[in-house]
């Protein structure tokens, strides 16, 4: 509680029991004394901001209201009335602001990634500093329980490090000499040497922080639209005070104080506080929840947007697959499949193409290139060599057309080598980009939140896009383009969306940051990503997992349910306050409660979507 | 030029868009945003003239909301 959270509750409490006080004395000057002196003690400043903001030509505001409401019930000698108003809006106000500060905390906790200090290295003592002081370079320390201060690579030792608050893993990820390691991370149980790559500001944990800290600047829709409502709606509700009190005693000849009364109380309703907090106090949770979860929203509007999604187009190369190439398939004919890989490998043991290299490092044993001679590399065909004395080619279908052997048809999309030895057709090896382990539940659990379709774009071939696409339940595919081509395509897509449905476009590469722009969401993987996809994306996947977009479109509905359930509430509560009190069945400070009550409940509503399963 | 400031007192969303549209009709501001639960203020303003257009928007926000401050 702040300092003047405190003096308030003080004054709250010296009110109340003077109010006690004051209806307990018996009806005279002495009471009405008591009474007054509540009133002026509770609503002093509450009096003087409206007189203020008037003179500032801001009239319709709360204080506006509630110094109006209570100056008429002491005009028509409603005193108890009065005070008890004005006490009830404080203690409303109080209850406001100290369920507001406690919101600010938690989502502060949530974000309590930031690392205070760094244990650096320099001439041969270890010095405790703030992270920013820290250069590229430099030696840290981070001992086992300490946040790692700043990206780097570890040069010394071996750890488990707990990067739930990052990427919302719960399972710790181990790391060796020569492991990457991202800033915000709790070392768990070794000590670690890491040598810094970047300076704190361009740091993991210092972005994420950022994104976070700013998320809210691009105001969802809801949000903007409450607040022009409150602009509205307070002028709105005076005018309708006034035809209440007008209207009524004209038209029957009579009941001046009654309905003059009524329209007093009919002002105290109409402050629309507590839509006004719990909107943008509920959109921000949700951005924070969804950040303990790996998932980082920019914005207000992108997760409303998001929980319209309609449809899912994905980037293949990086996002759905992992972006390298590897062995996926051994098929000897002949021969055993370490043999042929053996083969394979030394044959191509002196080429520095990327098929080559997947080839040894899938044969992973240092080559022996001991019976090796006369090496050849056919241009877009493969390469022979003689090994041991037998003549062995390694390459594609071509290849094997030259040299006369016959290759049996099985179908493998993605990159076929295959391996002849003295004309003898021995087996084939398959490259391909290994799809990511979470790419099919991915697909599956966007299907599972109502996603009517999912697409692949891809600037591979037909047959292997199909292949994956048919792997994975993806509904549409487009291959062959180039980055134009992918632009278009989620053009006529966006074109297929219906009523409020949006399209997502999921991505990573510098080629993608023009659709990420296009698309009404876009999302890139945060961990492999290009800081340019990153940069152009409205929703980063801190750990590149496909299926945390599914969670995050059950973040969405969850945070604009909740959203929507406080407007309607506090709408709905609002409202009937007003008839209550128009057809005389509900009081001022009947009035008040249900204000304060609304805005209490709606706050602690807003809390709920921090939470996100 | 676009710095962030810190704004102290700023309980109310309604109270924070009054902020928000006061700061932007001060001459010189380009574009100004006010996030009411990080109590942040966004201000775009001229390099050349920022100090002064912070001093302007000291006051317009002191003259929005009572006890309001920029830090």
């Given at each position: 509680m702040t300092n003047r959270q405190k003096k308030n509750l003080l004054r709250i409490g010296l009110s109340a029991a003077l109010f006690i006080t004051g209806l307990l004395l018996p009806a005279g000057p002495l009471k009405i004394a008591a009474l007054m002196i509540t009133y002026l003690l509770v609503g002093w400043d509450v009096l003087r901001e409206a007189a203020e903001n008037i003179w500032h030509g801001e009239i319709f505001d709360e204080n506006f209201l509630m110094s109006v409401a209570t100056i008429g019930a002491i005009a028509i000698g409603e005193y108890p009335e009065a005070a008890l108003v004005m006490l009830l809006y404080q203690i409303g106000e109080f209850f406001q602001a100290y369920a507001l500060g406690k919101s600010r905390q938690s989502i502060a906790a949530l974000m309590d990634i930031r690392p205070d200090t760094a244990n650096v290295e320099r001439d041969g003592a270890v010095l405790t500093v703030s992270p920013e002081e820290v250069a590229p370079g430099e030696t840290l320390v981070v001992k086992p329980g300490e946040r790692v201060p700043l990206d780097g690579v570890v040069i010394e030792g071996v750890s488990a490090l707990n990067t739930s608050a990052l990427t919302g893993e719960s399972l710790p990820r181990d790391v060796t000499p020569g492991d990457e390691v991202i800033s915000g991370c709790v070392n768990q149980s070794g000590l670690l040497r890491v040598r810094a790559t970047k300076p704190y500001g361009e740091s993991t944990v210092a972005k994420i922080l950022d994104l976070v800290e700013n998320a809210s600047a691009k105001k969802a829709r809801t949000e903007s639209f409450i607040t022009r409502f409150a602009r509205v709606y307070t002028p709105a509700v005076c005018a309708l005070a006034l035809l209440l009190f007008a209207l009524p005693p004209l038209l029957t000849g009579g009941g001046w104080r009654m309905w003059g009364e009524r329209a007093l109380s009919f002002l105290v309703v109409s402050c629309p506080c507590a839509l006004g907090i719990s909107v943008p106090l509920t959109f921000f949770g949700g951005i924070g929840g969804a950040s303990r979860k790996g998932i980082l929203v920019k914005g207000g509007t992108d997760l409303e947007q998001l929980a319209n999604a309609e449809i899912v187009v994905f980037d293949k190369t990086g996002t759905l697959t992992e972006g390298s190439f590897k062995v996926t398939v051994i098929h000897p004919e002949k021969v055993t499949e370490q043999e042929l890989l053996r083969l394979a490998a030394t044959v191509e043991t002196f080429s520095d193409h990327p098929i080559s290299r997947s080839i040894r490092a899938q044969y992973h044993l240092p080559v022996d290139?001991?019976?090796?001679?006369?090496v050849r590399e056919i241009a877009g065909q493969g390469v022979s060599a003689t090994l041991d004395g037998h003549t062995v080619y390694a390459g594609n279908l071509a290849l094997m057309d030259t040299i006369g052997v016959t290759v049996p048809t099985c179908p493998h999309a993605g990159t076929v080598v295959h391996v002849a030895q003295n004309g003898e057709y021995l087996g084939h090896i398959v490259i391909s980009d290994e799809m990511k382990p979470g790419s099919r539940e991915a697909i599956a659990a966007l299907r599972r939140e109502g996603i009517r379709k999912t697409v692949m774009l891809t600037g591979d071939s037909q047959a292997v896009a199909d292949d994956v696409a048919g792997k994975l339940g993806i509904d549409e595919v487009h291959a062959h383009l180039l980055p134009a081509g992918k632009v278009e395509q989620v053009e006529a897509l966006l074109l297929q969306t219906t009523g409020k449905g949006k399209l997502v476009f999921v991505g990573d590469g510098v080629n993608d940051a023009p659709v990420l722009t296009r698309a009404d969401i876009g999302v890139a993987m945060g961990a492999l990503g290009s800081d340019a996809a990153v940069e152009a994306a409205d929703v980063v996947l801190m750990d590149d997992d496909p299926r945390k977009l599914a969670l995050a479109v059950r973040a969405a509905r969850h945070t604009r349910r909740i959203a929507t359930e406080n407007i309607l509430f506090a709408l709905g509560v609002k409202l009937l306050a007003l008839a209550l009190v128009a057809i005389g069945l509900a009081n001022m400070w009947i009035a008040v409660l249900a204000d304060v009550g609304v805005s209490f409940l709606a706050i602690l509503n807003a809390t709920r979507a921090l939470r996100i399963r | 030029m676009k710095k962030t400031y810190k704004l102290s007192e700023v309980d109310c969303a309604v109270c924070a868009d009054k902020i928000e549209r006061a700061v932007r009709k001060v001459d010189g501001v380009t574009a100004a945003s006010v996030q009411f639960v990080t109590q942040k203020l966004t201000l775009e303003a001229d390099d050349a003239a920022f100090d002064e257009v912070l001093a302007k928007v000291r006051t317009a926000v002191s003259k929005a909301e009572r006890g309001c401050e920029v830090i």
């Open positions: 290139a001991s019976g090796l001679s006369d | -």
